[in-house]
């Protein structure tokens, strides 16, 4: 069933799972201190997509991968770690309708950084789109 979906319609469930996530940890924040929370939310991560790779038969030895994708799936990994350490330390501290937009300017900043190191060139119609994207992150963090 899913395995017909393209990369857009990933993207779409990426963009529902993180506005579920937002509110989901913002109830969730509420008697813990965000970087515990952040610690059992990684254990679940950890646990489900254990099972999800054994069930779905796509493990490997990730002992034969080479140096150059355990580097940058490492640099990746504590990237998100840190995302996600800054990320419930401000929902805990701010409201869930500020702090989720925010957090994605990391739209235009991704696309400011495949343009300097992947060498990907977004249409003027993307760069619009993200610009757009900018101008609302900053009318949403400029002080009334």
């Not at 950890?46 to 150059?68: E, I």
């Not at 401000?90 to 400011?112: C, H, R």
């Not at 977004?122 to 009318?139: D, H, N």
Request: proline share 3%.
């Amino acid at each position: 069933m899913l395995g017909g979906l393209n990369w857009f319609h990933w993207a779409l469930l990426s963009a529902v799972f993180a506005a579920m996530t937002a509110i989901f940890a913002k109830l969730g924040l509420q008697d813990v201190d965000s970087d515990l929370a952040t610690l059992i939310r990684t254990a679940v991560i950890l646990l489900v997509l254990t099972a999800f790779v054994l069930a779905t038969g796509k493990w490997s030895n990730p002992l034969h991968l080479s140096a150059h994708t355990w580097v940058f799936l490492s640099l990746s990994a504590l990237a998100t770690g840190a995302s996600w350490v800054s990320y419930f330390r401000a929902l805990q501290l701010g409201e869930a309708s500020k702090v989720a937009p925010i957090d994605k300017l990391s739209l235009v900043l991704v696309a400011i950084f495949a343009y300097m190191f992947l060498g990907e060139r977004p249409s003027p119609r993307e760069w619009l789109g993200i610009g757009l994207v900018a101008a609302g992150v900053l009318t949403l963090g400029l002080k009334r």
